[in-house]
């Protein structure tokens, strides 16, 4: 990744595997989306990633199944 709010994420310098869990299930999200929760670019990590529509792995604390279901409700409301 290289945006403007990479320099300030909390993913940073992890093994990126945690973010590429082997499923969308809870416990193999876990990890990734505890560091999420702390993260400061959380919010402009998610726009990212919907604005890609980014297929793999945990962005914005958000799985690729959430990100889908997000996006199908904005589209219901847009
Ligand atoms: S929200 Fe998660 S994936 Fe996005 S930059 Fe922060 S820690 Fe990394």
């Known amino acids: 990744m ?3 709010w990479h320099t300030k994420a909390a993913c940073q310098g992890l093994a990126p595997e945690i973010f590429y869990p082997p ?5 193999d999200a ?6 999420c929760g702390v993260c400061t670019v959380r ?3 998610l726009e990212f990633a919907l604005t890609v529509r ?8 958000a ?5 889908r ?3 199908r409700q ?5």
């Open 2 to 4: 290289n945006h403007p």
């Open 23 to 27: 499923t969308d299930d809870e416990a």
């Open 30 to 35: 876990a990890e990734a989306k505890a560091v």
């Open 43 to 45: 919010e402009p990590c």
């Open 54 to 61: 980014e297929k793999d792995g945990i962005w914005g604390g």
């Open 63 to 67: 799985t690729e199944r959430e990100r």
């Open 69 to 71: 279901r997000l996006i």
């Open 74 to 78: 904005r589209r219901r409301t847009a």
